[in-house]
């Protein structure tokens, strides 16, 4: 295919796959670089509303990912010190007649295996690795990035750059954004237990979220229901970069006392003999996003707080209504990328902004805690899940 028709993406994550599928099916040619050498297993769990599911499934993955993934039958809200529900969010069959997709857990592992698989048959997807994007330049014909892949420097010409370049995006900085991620102040734990290794309520296949003093934990099953997920959230000082940072199993029962923390709790930090944590960073909403043939997908747009369950169902809703955007200006890549940008940066900004309020809510101490649990308790289970329709159920076409 003529270089007139390829597409850069920088980034092979969630984000940076899903768009090189999405585009290639549009009728381009694209090339991926990642800077990593090898694809391999990273991260932990992630939750995939049906916002997200759907899209997936529409990409023809429902076969491949269903055997990792594992249908949550319900968000259980639960009481740290005493165990007590607070409020039952169903998940399951209700969300999925609903809503008409599902909603899956599934290790970032897993869900990136099955889209670099997709990518790697498709005709028209080249992934080049240990291939650091640096810098690019725009002219007449498109964009021409500079790329570092060994100890060399490499040029790549395209029509338009897609910075799906995580958190840290060197593309964002390049297009001259003026902030970088502000440290949110908080440590995440996590940590992958066999699941014949733990208790039965543990493999149920729940999100169960804890709430307790300045913390919260949560857990739910992966890869089929044969790993269980734990992340324990706490208030910290500790920030540097990066998502596998080594934790010991010290670190994180210190911080979950016996006084706020109940039993059953502490049982299920007791699961896990080892642990890794990161840092947590946000950023505020872009008032802009790219400039001429270059824009920016998932966690470069928009990094999300994980309070949500959101940063890779936002990635992948990116890269379903760019490609589409491509499909409706295929001569005019400039006005498709600004189109793309401008559907996105409302229901992105409001993802962004209520994974950092469920963040408050979530850490609550004292009088706002108690609150908080009577609100939970009245409102219920249905009409809680109610107020999240405008993110599971959004589908290409709404805003
Ligand atoms: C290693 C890792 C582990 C993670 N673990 C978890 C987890 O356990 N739980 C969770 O909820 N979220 C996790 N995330 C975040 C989650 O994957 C994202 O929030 C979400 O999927 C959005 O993805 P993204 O594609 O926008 O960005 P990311 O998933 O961050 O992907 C960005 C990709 O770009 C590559 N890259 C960066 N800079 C360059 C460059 N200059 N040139 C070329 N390539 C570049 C990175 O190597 C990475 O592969 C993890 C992300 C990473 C990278």
């Keep these: 295919m003529a270089p007139s028709r390829t597409i850069l993406i920088a980034g092979a994550g ?4 899903t768009a090189a599928l999405t585009i290639a099916s549009a009728g381009f040619r694209v090339v991926v670089l990642e800077q990593a050498a090898r694809l391999e297993e990273t991260g932990a769990g992630l939750q995939l509303g049906p916002n997200a599911t759907r899209l997936l499934i529409g990409l023809g993955l429902r076969e491949r990912l269903e055997p990792v993934a594992v249908a ?5 809200v639960r009481h740290a010190r005493t165990g007590a529900d607070i409020a039952t969010l169903s998940l399951g069959d209700t969300i999925a007649a609903r809503l008409g997709a599902p909603y899956w857990a599934l290790h970032r592992g897993d869900l990136q295996a099955v889209l670099v698989e ?14 650091r994007v640096e810098d690019f330049a725009t002219h007449a014909n498109g964009i021409t990035v500079e790329a570092r892949q060994s100890h060399e420097t490499v040029d790549e010409r395209g029509v338009a750059l897609i910075g799906a370049d995580g958190l840290w995006s060197a593309i964002r900085g390049r297009l001259g954004h003026p902030f970088t991620p502000q440290f949110a102040q908080h440590t995440a734990y996590r940590a992958l ?6 208790a039965d309520e543990l493999r149920s296949p729940q999100v169960q979220l804890w709430l307790g003093q300045d913390a919260h934990l949560v857990h739910y099953p992966v890869r089929g229901g044969t790993l269980i997920n734990i992340v324990a959230i706490v208030h910290d000082d500790w920030q540097e970069p990066g998502w596998n940072a080594p934790g010991t199993a010290d670190d994180v029962l210190a911080r979950f006392s016996t006084r706020a923390w109940g039993r059953d709790a502490r049982a299920v930090l007791n699961a896990a003999p080892h642990w890794q944590k990161w840092a947590l960073y946000g950023l505020p909403a872009l008032r802009r996003w790219g400039q001429g043939p270059v824009t920016l997908l ?7 707080l994980p309070f949500l369950a959101q940063g890779a169902a936002m990635a992948i ?5 760019l490609a589409e955007r491509l499909v409706r200006s295929p001569n005019d890549i400039e006005a498709a990328l600004r189109a793309y940008e401008k559907t996105r940066a409302a229901r992105t900004a409001r993802a962004q902004h209520a994974a950092r309020r469920n963040g408050g809510i979530y850490q609550m101490t004292g009088l706002s805690a108690l609150a908080r649990n009577s609100a939970m308790r009245v409102m219920g289970g249905p009409r809680l899940l ?13 805003s």
């Design 298 to 304: 998932g966690d470069a747009a928009h990094p999300m």
């Design 14 to 17: 969630i984000g940076g796959l």
């Design 193 to 198: 237990v066999p699941a014949d290794a733990v």
């Design 317 to 321: 809703e990116d890269a379903v209504v």
């Design 118 to 131: 997709a990518a790697t048959k498709h005709p028209d997807i080249e992934i080049k690795l240990n291939c």
């Design 386 to 398: 109610a107020g999240y329709d405008w993110l599971y159920g959004w589908r290409n076409g709404t």
């Design 72 to 76: 949550l039958s319900c968000i259980r």
